[in-house]
């Protein structure tokens, strides 16, 4: 098996193993990185990892790291395209979300950049394979489509949930790849991914308040 199929089903292993690895470890440190301590994490401080160098010599990624990344690539241009069109509704927001939008715009442009970085180092190509697919996560162009037409009231919540469910799933990967991956830089960058993701989470309660609907980061719904 070659090509995009061979990343599609490198994806579907790593799912399988993140949501294992998760499940084992239980669901009160799902959003703390492992290897921390439960002390609290500013957004501000942990949102925008410290950014790697630009690796100057050749990476070598297994199936598993190849496929987190190609997973990763559209899940955070999707919640980019989201915290986009946030910007052009009226301020109803809180001020502190909005605030924590931005960070998590800023801390995502950096990810993509290392993302992309360690496939040029590895002489791999960025595959679009999940074009079109519900994976969990993932803010859709259905999902763009529902909040364009949402209402001011309604768009915010909405906003949230899909955030939340992102935020969670990408903590759930970063731990699968960590554990399963092959690359020391890859590892290396998920780590820094999942701390900002567990601080953004962090965040995002404190400035949401009670848990808005959500999406099962399991099924998908």
Known sequence: ??????????????????????????????????????????ATDAAVPSTGPTPTTPVS????????????????????????????????????????AGEVRAAHRVELRELRGLLAASHLPELNVHE??????????????ELRAATDEQVWPRAVALLRAHLEQTVVLCRGVRSAGGSPELRLLAGRIQQARAAELSALQRSSGPRAPTVDVAAGR
């Open 1 to 42: 098996m070659t090509g995009p199929w061979r990343v599609v089903g490198a994806v579907a292993a790593l799912v399988a193993t993140a949501l294992a690895v998760g499940l084992t470890q239980g669901g009160n440190d799902a959003g703390r990185p492992a290897g921390t301590g439960s002390g609290p994490v500013s």
């Open 61 to 100: 990624l297994t199936g598993t790291d190849d496929a987190f990344i190609q997973l990763v690539i559209p899940m955070d241009e999707g919640v980019l395209a989201m915290i986009d069109h946030l910007d052009g509704r009226p301020a109803g927001m809180d001020p502190s979300l909005r605030a924590l």
């Open 132 to 145: 079109g697919h519900q994976m969990p996560g993932m803010v859709t162009d259905d999902n763009l489509a």
